[in-house]
Nanobody
């Protein structure tokens, strides 16, 4: 199977920056897209940013202009650069990927375990 391992969360003051990383490993997996979701306490999980295999991106309106998603295809890694952080960005951030297990020709959606981001005011 495939695992997504996130890193880079932590505590930061409002206006600060953090960079999240998510690396995919395991079975041979053709990645179609990789992205980030977040879930704040008492709220539903929401899309933050996603990048498709062709490099196209989609961002939540609330993070446009502040967050940037990027990928290193050679490392099967996706990054989320978060600048000008606000207290309302506080959440657990989850990495997500859709792709195909190559040997089984099976589509798969994978989630990471989550990394906590806390922005203090």
């Amino acid at each position: 199977q495939v695992q997504l391992v996130e890193s880079g969360g932590g505590l930061v003051q409002a206006g600060g920056s953090l960079r999240l990383s998510c690396a995919a490993s395991g079975s041979a997996f053709h990645i179609n897209d990789m992205g980030w979701y977040r879930q704040a306490p008492g709220k539903q999980r929401e899309l933050v940013a996603v990048m498709a295999s062709d490099g196209s991106t989609n961002y939540a309106d609330s993070v446009k202009g502040r967050f940037t998603i990027s990928r290193d295809n050679a490392k099967n890694t996706v990054y989320l650069q978060m600048n000008s952080l606000k207290p309302e960005d506080t959440a657990v951030y989850y990495c997500n990927s859709h792709g195909v297990l190559i040997l089984q020709s099976k589509t798969l959606e994978v989630w990471g375990q989550g990394t906590r981001v806390t922005v203090s005011s």
